[in-house]
């Protein structure tokens, strides 16, 4: 069984920092690409930040150097820092986790539960 636990969300007020972190727990041979992505109400699941296994991070347009995404591969751990935060930042933000679960395995996606974001005064 495989674990993405996400942690770190909350209420923050405007122009504030949250730190969000994800633990990939379970029987794991391999990760590839780690990842953020966030769910407003009523509108699609977007790409938040996603960073690979060598440290190639990509990051949604909207980010515009407010958020930063690190890892740490030893410890299957992910983290997304987040600056400057705005009312429209407001979401559930999701883990995701591209890795392989045997040697002789595919890469599969796994999701976390989600972590709510809500940045208001």
């Known amino acids: 069984q495989v674990q993405l636990v996400e942690s770190g969300g909350g209420l923050v007020q405007p122009g504030g920092s949250l730190r969000l972190s994800c633990v990939a727990s379970?029987?794991?041979?391999?990760?590839?690409?780690m990842g953020w992505y966030r769910q407003a109400p009523g509108k699609e699941r977007e790409l938040v930040a996603q960073?690979?296994?060598?440290?190639?991070?990509t990051y949604g347009d909207f980010v515009k150097g407010r958020f930063t995404i690190s890892r740490d591969n030893a410890k299957k751990t992910v983290w997304l820092q987040m600056n400057s935060l705005k009312p429209e930042d407001t979401a559930v933000y999701y883990c995701?986790?591209?890795?392989?679960?045997?040697?002789?395995?595919?890469?599969?996606?796994?999701w976390g539960q989600g972590t709510q974001v809500t940045v208001s005064s």
């Open positions: 995701a986790a591209d890795l392989m679960r045997s040697i002789l395995g595919t890469y599969d996606l796994y």
């Open positions: 379970g029987r794991i041979v391999s990760i590839n690409v």
């Open positions: 960073i690979t296994r060598g440290g190639t991070t």
